[in-house]
């Protein structure tokens, strides 16, 4: 293809707010080399997203499709964030709907590429008859799309129960602990709809032109090369695209000047920040053994809560898991944020020296672009349990120890991780190694010569005969 030709590139998220913002990342990487874009979501995600800056917004369009009413899905719910797991399979549906408007989109808009995610495994049936190129675009890591397999695992019925996913795949040919722990898989059980993700995945691998992954070389070289021949075609890395901190000062530039008056009253590194994502719900027993082992660490913190997401029967005693008494026994040396932090500010503040997370891979990629050790606790959702181990295992951070049946901890076992993260001698290592990954994780130049090379890749791409078009 002529590189001059300017293309125009449908992107497609899956209603997630960790997976909305990376396809909007890309596009506007997309936008700026001049290619048309039209980035399609519903009218409440849309509405959410950051505003562009002016020279973007005359090449990025937005499409909003509207989610049909699905029985079991709340009113007004439009993204995971919104639901607790058991509610997700309902959003699946809805978002199985948007079939029809966004065929008719496509049909009638002249797109050449269409860059999607893990869950419309309708697409292949529309986008190959319109002669329309189609990438797979993975927010997750390789390391857990090695985990899943190959279409003919994904698609086939070789792994029928969750302690199948326990152990670590017989086709992984490089040393590797990483497995899944049983408590992980029961949870995940309840996010899945009909259409298992799984199925959805295998479908959209085989019928995409290549993968793209939010991943480099510099961190999962062989991850990256064994996924390629797993899925038999190319594997291309988009980088880490770590986020950058934003320049306009916002509306709540009155709350992050009091979270940082806080923090500049800090020593360098002495800090440890809990954030456990958008989604990630727990229940008031766990908050509380989270809560004490926080205590018990006896080290300064900022500890994020968010509400409890909508479902049946929830009263207002509900909307706050923070155990009684617990702010007022720390408030000389913790602070509680409730629903919203400015997360990517708080990370780069020099007093901070730890986060102890949910270990989804957006959190992990902000935490090592600033160096930050790890605390981890994993979610039990999808990916997150393997990044635990990813990083345990690279050492920049250590898992809190838990019953591998049924996820239970004690706070002890949290306040000695925290510790020794943070402050104990044996710690040393991981501090270091945490330290040392701003190289890659920080580097927005790295960044963006992944971005550069996955454009270049689109432009230039040479579809094969069966799907050519006139």
């Given at each position: 293809?002529d590189?001059?030709?300017k293309?125009h590139?449908?992107?497609?998220?899956?209603?997630?707010?960790?997976h909305?913002?990376?396809?909007?990342?890309v596009?506007?990487f997309?936008?700026?080399?001049?290619?048309?874009?039209?980035?399609?979501?519903?009218?409440?995600?849309?509405?959410?997203?950051?505003?562009?800056?002016?020279?973007l917004?005359?090449?990025?369009?937005?499409v909003?499709?509207?989610?049909?009413?699905?029985?079991?899905?709340p009113?007004?719910?439009?993204?995971?964030s919104e639901?607790?797991?058991?509610?997700?399979?309902?959003?699946?549906r809805?978002?199985?709907?948007?079939?029809?408007?966004?065929?008719e989109?496509?049909?009638?808009?002249n797109?050449?590429w269409?860059?999607?995610?893990?869950?419309p495994?309708?697409l292949?049936?529309?986008?190959?008859?319109l002669g329309?190129?189609s990438?797979f675009?993975?927010?997750?890591?390789?390391?857990?799309?090695?985990?899943?397999?190959p279409?003919?695992?994904?698609?086939?019925?070789?792994?029928?129960?969750?302690?199948?996913?326990t152990?670590?795949p017989?086709?992984?040919?490089?040393?590797?602990?990483?497995?899944?722990?049983?408590?992980?898989?029961?949870?995940?059980?309840?996010?899945?709809?009909?259409?298992?993700?799984l199925?959805?995945?295998g479908?959209?691998?085989?019928?995409?032109?290549?993968?793209?992954?939010?991943?480099?070389?510099?961190?999962e070289?062989?991850?990256?090369?064994?996924?390629?021949?797993l899925?038999?075609?190319?594997?291309?890395?988009?980088?880490?695209?770590?986020p950058?901190?934003?320049?306009?000062?916002?509306?709540?530039?009155?709350?992050?000047?009091?979270?940082?008056?806080?923090?500049?009253?800090?020593?360098e590194?002495s800090?440890?920040?809990?954030?456990?994502?958008?989604e990630v719900?727990?229940?008031?027993?766990?908050?509380?053994?989270?809560?004490?082992?926080?205590?018990?660490s006896?080290?300064?913190?900022?500890?994020?809560?968010?509400?409890?997401?909508m479902?049946?029967?929830?009263?207002d005693?509900?909307?706050?898991?923070?155990?009684?008494?617990?702010?007022?026994?720390?408030s000389?040396r913790?602070?509680?944020?409730r629903?919203?932090?400015p997360?990517l500010?708080?990370?780069?503040?020099?007093?901070i020296g730890?986060f102890?997370?949910?270990?989804?891979?957006?959190?992990?990629i902000?935490a090592?672009?600033f160096?930050?050790?790890?605390?981890?606790?994993?979610?039990?959702?999808?990916?997150?349990?393997?990044?635990?181990?990813?990083m345990?295992?690279?050492k920049?951070g250590?898992?809190?120890?838990?019953?591998?049946?049924?996820?239970?901890?004690?706070s002890d076992?949290?306040?000695?991780t925290?510790?020794?993260?943070?402050?104990e001698p044996e710690?040393?290592?991981?501090r270091?190694?945490?330290?040392?990954?701003?190289?890659?994780?920080g580097?927005?130049?790295?960044?963006?010569?992944?971005?550069?090379?996955?454009t270049r890749?689109?432009?230039?791409?040479?579809?094969?005969?069966?799907?050519?078009?006139v």
């Amino acid at each position: 293809m002529d590189r001059r030709k300017k293309l125009h590139i449908a992107m497609f998220p899956w209603l997630a707010y960790g997976h909305i913002m990376p396809f909007l990342e890309v596009s506007k990487f997309l936008a700026q080399k001049g290619h048309r874009i039209s980035y399609i979501s519903t009218p409440k995600n849309i509405g959410r997203l950051p505003k562009l800056a002016p020279h973007l917004s005359s090449n990025i369009s937005f499409v909003e499709l509207s989610l049909l009413h699905v029985n079991g899905l709340p009113s007004g719910a439009e993204s995971t964030s919104e639901l607790p797991i058991d509610k997700v399979p309902y959003l699946k549906r809805a978002y199985d709907q948007l079939r029809a408007p966004l065929t008719e989109f496509l049909k009638n808009s002249n797109v050449n590429w269409i860059i999607h995610d893990f869950a419309p495994y309708w697409l292949p049936e529309i986008t190959a008859p319109l002669g329309i190129n189609s990438v797979f675009f993975s927010i997750f890591n390789p390391t857990f799309l090695v985990h899943l397999g190959p279409p003919s695992v994904l698609l086939g019925d070789v792994r029928k129960w969750p302690e199948d996913f326990t152990v670590v795949p017989e086709w992984i040919d490089y040393p590797c602990n990483v497995a899944w722990k049983p408590h992980e898989m029961v949870n995940h059980q309840q996010c899945m709809d009909d259409v298992s993700d799984l199925q959805r995945l295998g479908v959209l691998v085989q019928g995409c032109q290549f993968v793209t992954a939010r991943t480099c070389y510099e961190f999962e070289s062989d991850e990256i090369n064994l996924l390629s021949k797993l899925y038999q075609k190319p594997v291309v890395p988009l980088g880490l695209l770590p986020p950058s901190l934003p320049y306009s000062e916002d509306e709540s530039a009155d709350e992050w000047e009091a979270i940082k008056s806080w923090l500049d009253t800090k020593g360098e590194k002495s800090v440890f920040y809990i954030a456990l994502g958008s989604e990630v719900n727990l229940s008031e027993e766990t908050m509380r053994r989270l809560a004490f082992g926080i205590e018990k660490s006896n080290l300064p913190f900022i500890l994020v809560v968010r509400k409890v997401p909508m479902g049946e029967g929830q009263t207002d005693k509900h909307q706050d898991i923070i155990p009684p008494g617990f702010e007022e026994r720390v408030s000389n040396r913790g602070l509680v944020l409730r629903d919203w932090a400015p997360q990517l500010r708080i990370l780069a503040h020099s007093s901070i020296g730890g986060f102890l997370t949910h270990c989804g891979w957006s959190s992990i990629i902000e935490a090592l672009k600033f160096g930050r050790a790890l605390i981890l606790f994993s979610g039990a959702s999808s990916d997150q349990g393997l990044n635990a181990r990813l990083m345990h295992g690279r050492k920049v951070g250590l898992e809190i120890m838990r019953n591998e049946v049924d996820g239970s901890f004690t706070s002890d076992s949290v306040a000695a991780t925290i510790r020794q993260v943070m402050v104990e001698p044996e710690g040393a290592a991981i501090r270091a190694n945490a330290w040392a990954m701003r190289v890659i994780f920080g580097n927005e130049e790295l960044s963006k010569t992944y971005l550069d090379g996955f454009t270049r890749f689109i432009e230039e791409f040479a579809p094969s005969a069966s799907h050519s078009h006139v």
